[in-house]
Nanobody, 121 residues
Framework: QVQLVESGGGMVQAGGSLRLSCAAS????????MGWYRQAPGKERELVAR???????NYADSVKGRFTISRDNRKNTVYLQMNSLKPEDTAVYYC???????????????WGQGTLVTVST
């Protein structure tokens, strides 16, 4: 089984920056799309950024121009560089990935446990 471990969360003042990392480990045959989601208190989980195996990216309108998603395939790691942070960015950020299971030739989806980002005024 594949597992994801996030790191890099913490507290930062408005206007500051953080970089989140998500490392995949386990029985990896083929890691496909990866992304970052977030869930603020009392709200539903939402997509922040997504990157395909080929490097195509997309972002939520609220973070476009401020956040950058990237991946290092040799390290099986995806990153989220967050600049010009705002208080409304405060949330638990979750890493997501799908991967090929050779036994069934199907794809499974896996989530990390989340890392808390708090942006103060």
């Amino acid at each position: 089984q594949v597992q994801l471990v996030e790191s890099g969360g913490g507290m930062v003042q408005a206007g500051g920056s953080l970089r989140l990392s998500c490392a995949a480990s386990g029985n990896i045959f083929s890691l496909n799309n990866m992304g970052w989601y977030r869930q603020a208190p009392g709200k539903e989980r939402e997509l922040v950024a997504r990157i395909t195996s080929g490097g195509t990216t997309n972002y939520a309108d609220s973070v476009k121009g401020r956040f950058t998603i990237s991946r290092d395939n040799r390290k099986n790691t995806v990153y989220l560089q967050m600049n010009s942070l705002k208080p409304e960015d405060t949330a638990v950020y979750y890493c997501n990935a799908d991967y090929l299971v050779i036994a069934t030739m199907g794809y499974l989806e896996v989530w990390g446990q989340g890392t808390l980002v708090t942006v103060s005024t």
